[in-house]
């Protein structure tokens, strides 16, 4: 899934598409239906997200790819409790972490 990136101003589609493992078909569906994502576009008119933007598909693929919510579960969830799943959801990711270093401790054990 999302690897850590470096710390770039903006990232293209390609880009972002790439780091959740989707097609960029799926990248502009979800700007055009979450509100939270507004990418710049450039004078060709390509888009370019920032690391707020991917933060934002981060909370959208973990809603819909991962817990199965539906488009419209997840548009409500964002939009009525947006702190809370944020919260949430960096407590899985943490947790998550802690998992893959303890198993990467327990594969180095004889």
């Known amino acids: 899934m999302v690897a850590e990136e470096s710390l770039k101003l903006y990232y293209s589609i390609g880009e972002v598409a790439e780091m959740f493992g989707v097609n960029t078909s799926l990248i502009r569906f979800w700007e055009k239906e979450f509100d939270v994502i507004k990418p710049h576009k450039n004078k060709k008119g390509n888009r370019q997200f920032t690391k707020a933007d991917v933060d934002n598909f981060h909370l959208i693929y973990h809603l819909v790819k991962e817990k199965g919510m539906t488009l419209k579960g997840a548009q409500q969830q964002l939009k009525n409790r947006k702190d809370e799943t944020e919260l949430h959801f960096e407590v ?17 054990l004889p």
């Open 92 to 108: 899985i990711k943490r947790l998550k972490g802690i998992k893959d270093e303890l198993l990467s401790i327990k594969n180095q």
